[in-house]
């Protein structure tokens, strides 16, 4: 008896031990994949001088897993100072951009990461003093598919050029995001693509110059994950290149080598006939340039000698729309024995950096 009187203490302190672990577990497991209460506690880790930006007066933040780790991560907007407006229902006024002398707080984003159930701070942001900050996006950068996790906080905001995004992005085995601009403005435009190695989404943008000696040009710009960031690998000059393809197109036309420019000029896909494609692709503009004579391109024998002449237009400046298929409508005029006006549609391939970036379709 003695010895078990002995014994009895220590058993209740390591029974007592064993609750105290498990009541350790229940709270860090459970809470940790609530939401709000994550928030909550990122809140509190939030330093004195800096205050949450409330959307209807709640937080205006994110929790995701941002490194592809499974750990849970949350991303606040914060403005500095604390008697400053930190409501998103006013910082996200468009208004806001016509105040002559308005003085807007300072913008930062907080990322914390959760580390064996607590909560410590990745990183601090500055996004600078925008007059409208429209709040916190995430999107995913890599397809379902890809071997790697690569994801984007999305910062977005209004300036009186136009709308301004930055990106914190955040890849496999890097501590610190890397940082891109994203400008929509009147002189610049971002998209992305489907294509890019490792199944990372490849980013292009769109940025127009005025080009001496050439007018205004647009610049296609192709930026593609490199394992760390994005890097820009190459560029096109659209104006340049989409003359050189018409001045081809025209040169194989008045040449009479259509089936060179029925390989050069149209989009792959199976023909039986070169002579019926190119009736296909040009659509005459009024029925009074076919009832009068043949059509101008050729109908029989396309080698045979022909007497046509065929004038395409050039371009002064980037004439495609920015969409994921853009293209634009073109005239072809005919001079000869059956003169005429015609129609046909340039597209710009959906990669526009492949061996043909520009091909004709029917209108």
Same mark, same amino acid.
């Not at 039986?272 to 005459?284: G, H, K, Y």
């Given at each position: 008896m003695k010895h078990l009187r002995f014994l009895l203490p220590l058993f209740l302190v390591a029974l007592h031990l064993n609750a105290l672990v498990f009541i350790g577990r229940a709270a860090g497991e459970t809470p940790f994949s609530d939401s709000e209460y994550i928030v909550r506690r990122a809140l509190q880790l939030l330093p004195d001088d800096y205050s949450p930006i409330l959307s209807n007066g709640e937080a205006h933040a994110l929790v995701r897993d941002l490194h592809g780790e499974g750990m849970v991560d949350v991303v606040i907007a914060a403005v500095r100072g604390k008697n400053v407006e930190n409501r998103l229902e006013v910082l996200a006024d468009i208004s806001r951009l016509y105040v002559r002398g308005l003085s807007s707080p300072e913008l930062f984003v907080f990322v914390y990461t959760s580390t064996r159930h607590r909560l410590e701070e990745r990183g601090r942001y500055s996004i600078g003093d925008p007059p409208v900050f429209e709040g916190l996006h995430f999107r995913r950068l890599a397809r379902p598919e890809a071997p790697m996790s690569v994801n984007a906080v999305i910062v977005e905001t209004l300036r009186s050029t136009g709308r301004v995004e930055e990106w914190l992005i955040f890849g496999p085995g890097v501590e610190q995001p890397t940082r891109m601009t994203i400008r929509n403005t009147h002189s610049e435009r971002w998209r992305s693509t489907e294509g890019g190695e490792q199944g990372v989404l490849e980013l292009l943008r769109y940025q127009t110059a005025y080009e001496q000696g050439s007018g205004i040009e647009t610049f296609i710009t192709r930026y593609t994950w490199d394992g760390r960031q994005y890097r820009g690998e190459e560029s096109l000059a659209v104006v340049r290149s989409l003359n050189s393809f018409l001045e081809r197109c025209e040169t194989l036309l008045n040449n009479h080598e259509y089936d060179a420019f029925v390989e050069f000029a149209l989009? !792959?896909?199976?023909?039986? =006939? %070169?002579?019926?494609?190119?009736?296909?692709?040009?659509?005459?503009?009024a029925d009074e340039f076919e009832a009068k004579a043949e059509h101008p391109f050729p109908s029989g024998d396309i080698n045979a000698e022909l007497t046509h002449r065929y004038i395409l237009p050039r371009v002064l400046q980037n004439p495609f729309p920015l969409v994921d298929s853009p293209s634009f409508e073109i005239y072809v005029r005919t001079l000869g024995p059956h003169q005429g006006l015609y129609?046909?549609?340039?597209?710009?391939?959906?990669?526009?950096?492949?061996?043909? !970036?520009?091909?004709?379709? =029917? %209108?």
């Open positions: 989009a !792959p896909h199976k023909v039986d =006939r %070169p002579e019926t494609a190119l009736q296909q692709t040009f659509i005459p503009v129609r046909a549609r340039v597209r710009m391939a959906e990669d526009p950096f492949s061996d043909s !970036p520009y091909f004709l379709t =029917r %209108p």
